[in-house]
C-alpha cells in the first residue's frame, strides 16, 4: 500500500496526485494539516532519508521561523520543528512498502512505477 503524506492544496501534491492516479496506481492520502505527523514515523523517514532531505528551507514555514532556530537547525531541532510544524516537511513523502520518497519529479515517479 502507498501513503502519500502532505497537504491536499500543495501544487507539487497535486501534480504527484494527477500522476498516480493518471497511471492507476492506488494510493490513501495523509493530510498533515488534518492528521499531524507521527512523531516514530517521522523519526523513521529521517533516519532512512536525513533531515536536510526531508526539512523544506524552500518553504513560506521555513521563511517564517526565527533566525536564530534556523542558523542553529540540526538534526534534534529539525525533529521538533517538523513535529510541530509539520508543512515545513518536503512534500510529498511518498511511504511504501520498499521504501520512503520525498518531493516529486515525474523522472523519478516514472523510474519507480513504469514496469521494465
Known sequence: ???MY???NCDTIKK???YLEAKEIAYSFHDFRVDGVNEIQLRA???ELGWQKLLNKRSTTWRNLPDETKQNMN???ALVVMQDQPTIIKR???EMSDQVMVGFSEKQYDAV????
Not at 512505477?113 to 521494465?116: A, K, L, M, R, S
Open 92 to 94: 510529498p513523502v511518498l
Open 1 to 3: 500500500m502507498i501513503i
Open 6 to 8: 502532505g497537504i491536499k
Open 45 to 47: 523517514w529521517v533516519s
Open 16 to 18: 504527484a496526485r494527477k
Open 75 to 77: 538534526k534534534g531541532l
Open 113 to 116: 512505477f513504469t514496469p521494465n
